[in-house]
Each structure stands twice: as structure tokens, then as C-alpha cells.
């Protein structure tokens, strides 16, 4: 197959890419490298941080646009998968969707489903916009809504949603809220993961890690779990040694990341996102989203390597606690959380999942 994968979320594509070239399908990767973070990509859509970014990128854009027909399968990261306004994004959708055989998307991150939902029928017991039947009103909120009820981007996510050959949500949380939708052509995927473990060893001081996205700590519920480590550091300062890596290319956190033993990520999530997994597949131990949900949409029936907490200082300040004073509990996750990965999102078997529903669809 020739597949064109537009967009990126924390290396969902490029890492989806790698496993479909190994069995030897055509992919190109056009995207940002999600701002900061720099992912790699065949093809840069990068946006200068210039008055004339906007008009660069778009022209860049226009200059790719014949070269970005007759595909097999144009697979875009969300609504907005590109670095432009709403109404290019959805004028540049509807030329692929003219231009190309099949068209996916993606459900990655916040778009008008997600959020009316959250915010509506609340499917989940707590997300970003709500916890139990309570909205949550911050300026996180307040700007999500605003960009997204009532406006171009509602318009364009329910034309692409209508018109898309498949609609492939990446975690509990986003299946959840859009399921129901279209039914028929919604497969939830799990995310890809190159299984890259390291040797699991049981060290006297406990190492905690913990990654801030630029902007974006309150939202990620970064500002609450740093407190609560930064809180059992001081409680026990032989015992506990906090790295923090804060806006940093990718490939930088990665090295940073490496030979921890816990790994704080995701406090309103149900389920590991993709910084999470790759910990995991390292056999660094999640302290974050584990709910039930999450393992029964996997059928995972033994497997538990995840420390869930629920979305509050306390738990996260208890959970780490617990870990501190029993530390032999450790090594064992540290064994399940490599051997999940390998279960459950290895790059080249999700791949294959990718395969077959393109094949079905359309």
C-alpha cells in the first residue's frame, strides 16, 4: 500500500510508519514533529514563529498538495491536523478526500465529540472537562470550548467524521466518547510502541520522573503530581530522587527518562498515553491512568502494571508513599509493564491492526 499519515501526536505516526514500512508498504510522515518535541518526519510542516509563519507553511502546504494524491490510504491525527486555521484544515481535508481512495482519522486529543461529550452525555467519570457530573470551568476549559462548540472546527469534525472511510480513537477516554457516533467504521486501536527494554534492576533509592509539557502542566495535571512528588521527596530525601524534564525535544526526554523507576504521567486519564507506553516498554513503572476501562477494552485479565491514581494530590501523594515504604513491589511491575507492551502494543503487531481495518474499510 502507498499511505500518506498527515499530523502527529507525541510519535503515533512516525512510530505507526516504521511498523508498516517493515512489511513493506510505501509511508510518508508529513507533520511538525509536534512543535517542541521534534518527532521525526519524512516531510516538514513545521510553522516558523514569524508574522509570516502562517503564509510559509501554507505555501509549503500548496506545493505538496499534487504530491499528495492517488494513495491508498491518507490517514490524518485529528480535525486540526495541521498548523493552520480550522477552515484550511478542512479545505485541505476535502481535497484529500477527493484525491485519494481512502481517508482515516484519527482521534488523538480533544476535538468536538470528545468534548461535547465530556461535557454532556459525560461518559467518563472524570476528564478534562468534568469530574462526576460537575463541568470543570478554568481557562483550559473555557478556551476548548470557545474553539470548538459552535464554531468551524464542530462543522468541520462532523464532516470528517460523516465522510472518513474509518475513525480510529487511541485510548479509552477517546473511544468512549465517540464510539457511538459511527459504530459501524470506529475501531479502537492501541497506540505503537518499539519495545526497547532495559535491564530490570532493584535500586535502594527509587527514582521518579516526571515530564511538563510547555503550557500545558495544569491541563496535564503535571502541577498537582510534581507537588505531590516534590512533597514525598522531602519526606523522604534517602529514599527518593525527582528528575523533572520540562519542554524538551523528544529525543532529550528520552535520555533523561531512561533508568527511572517511576515514571508520573496523565493524572485525568483512564489509560498511558504514548510517553507512559514508552516508559513501560522500558520497564519504568507508571504512576497515572490504569482504570479498569482501560485493561477491559484490552481483555487483559492479569496483567496490572499500572499504579492508577485518581485525579487529586492525595491519591497521588498516597500512591507514591505506598511505593516508597514497600519498594519490593517494584521489580514485579517493573516485569508486567515490559511484558503489557509487548502484549498489547507492539509496534508491528498494531500495525497489522492498522492493515486490516484499512483493508475492511471503504
Known amino acids: 500500500m502507498k499511505i500518506l499519515l498527515l499530523g502527529e501526536y507525541s510519535n503515533v505516526h512516525n512510530t505507526l510508519a516504521m511498523g508498516l514500512r517493515a512489511m513493506g508498504h510505501q509511508v510518508t510522515v508529513a507533520s511538525n514533529g509536534d512543535f517542541w518535541k521534534n518527532y521525526p518526519r519524512d516531510i516538514d510542516l513545521s510553522r516558523k514563529n514569524t508574522?509570516?509563519?502562517?503564509?510559509?507553511?501554507?505555501?509549503?502546504?500548496?506545493?505538496?498538495?499534487?504530491?499528495?494524491?492517488?494513495?491508498?490510504?491518507?490517514?490524518?491525527?485529528?480535525?486540526?491536523?495541521?498548523?493552520?486555521?480550522?477552515?484550511?484544515?478542512?479545505?485541505?481535508?476535502?481535497?484529500?478526500?477527493?484525491?485519494?481512495?481512502?481517508?482515516?482519522?484519527?482521534?488523538?486529543?480533544?476535538?468536538?465529540?470528545?468534548?461535547?461529550?465530556?461535557?454532556?452525555?459525560?461518559?467518563?467519570?472524570?476528564?478534562?472537562?468534568?469530574?462526576?457530573?460537575?463541568?470543570?470551568?478554568?481557562?483550559?476549559?473555557?478556551?476548548?470550548?470557545?474553539?470548538?462548540?459552535?464554531?468551524?472546527?464542530?462543522?468541520?469534525?462532523?464532516?470528517?467524521?460523516?465522510?472518513?472511510?474509518?475513525?480510529?480513537?487511541?485510548?479509552?477516554?477517546?473511544?468512549?466518547?465517540?464510539?457511538?457516533?459511527?459504530?459501524?467504521?470506529?475501531?479502537?486501536i492501541p497506540y505503537p510502541i518499539i519495545p526497547t527494554p532495559l535491564p530490570v534492576t532493584s535500586n535502594k533509592i527509587i527514582r521518579i520522573f516526571i515530564g511538563i509539557s510547555k503550557g500545558r502542566s495544569k491541563y496535564k495535571g503535571t502541577d498537582i503530581m510534581l507537588r505531590a512528588a516534590q512533597d514525598i521527596q522531602k519526606k523522604y530525601p534517602d529514599h527518593v530522587i525527582l528528575q523533572i524534564a520540562e519542554g524538551v525535544p523528544f529525543d532529550k526526554y528520552e535520555k533523561m527518562m531512561n533508568g527511572s523507576d517511576i515514571i508520573l504521567d496523565q493524572l485525568y486519564s483512564y489509560t498511558p498515553s504514548m510517553n507512559s507506553l514508552l516508559a513501560m516498554s522500558k520497564g519504568i513503572v507508571v504512576v497515572g491512568g490504569g482504570e479498569p476501562e482501560c485493561y477491559d477494552l484490552l481483555n487483559e485479565k492479569t496483567l496490572r502494571p499500572i499504579i492508577n491514581v485518581q485525579p487529586n494530590y492525595e491519591s497521588v501523594y498516597h500512591e507514591l508513599e505506598e511505593i516508597v515504604l514497600h519498594p519490593e513491589r517494584i521489580p514485579e511491575l517493573k516485569i508486567q509493564s515490559i511484558e503489557f507492551i509487548k502484549k498489547h502494543h507492539d509496534y508491528l503487531k498494531v500495525a497489522r491492526q492498522y492493515l486490516d481495518f484499512y483493508t475492511q474499510k471503504g
Open 51 to 188: 508574522k509570516i509563519g502562517g503564509i510559509l507553511l501554507l505555501l509549503k502546504i500548496c506545493m505538496n498538495l499534487p504530491r499528495w494524491r492517488n494513495y491508498d490510504v491518507v490517514q490524518i491525527i485529528g480535525p486540526m491536523f495541521l498548523e493552520l486555521k480550522a477552515e484550511r484544515n478542512y479545505l485541505i481535508y476535502r481535497y484529500l478526500r477527493k484525491h485519494n481512495k481512502k481517508v482515516f482519522i484519527g482521534v488523538n486529543s480533544n476535538d468536538w465529540y470528545v468534548i461535547n461529550a465530556c461535557c454532556t452525555t459525560m461518559p467518563l467519570r472524570y476528564s478534562d472537562f468534568n469530574n462526576g457530573t460537575q463541568l470543570l470551568d478554568n481557562d483550559y476549559t473555557q478556551k476548548e470550548r470557545k474553539e470548538w462548540i459552535g464554531t468551524i472546527r464542530e462543522t468541520m469534525t462532523k464532516h470528517m467524521y460523516l465522510t472518513a472511510d474509518g475513525i480510529i480513537p487511541g485510548l479509552y477516554e477517546y473511544w468512549a466518547c465517540c464510539k457511538d457516533v459511527y459504530p459501524q467504521k470506529t475501531l479502537y
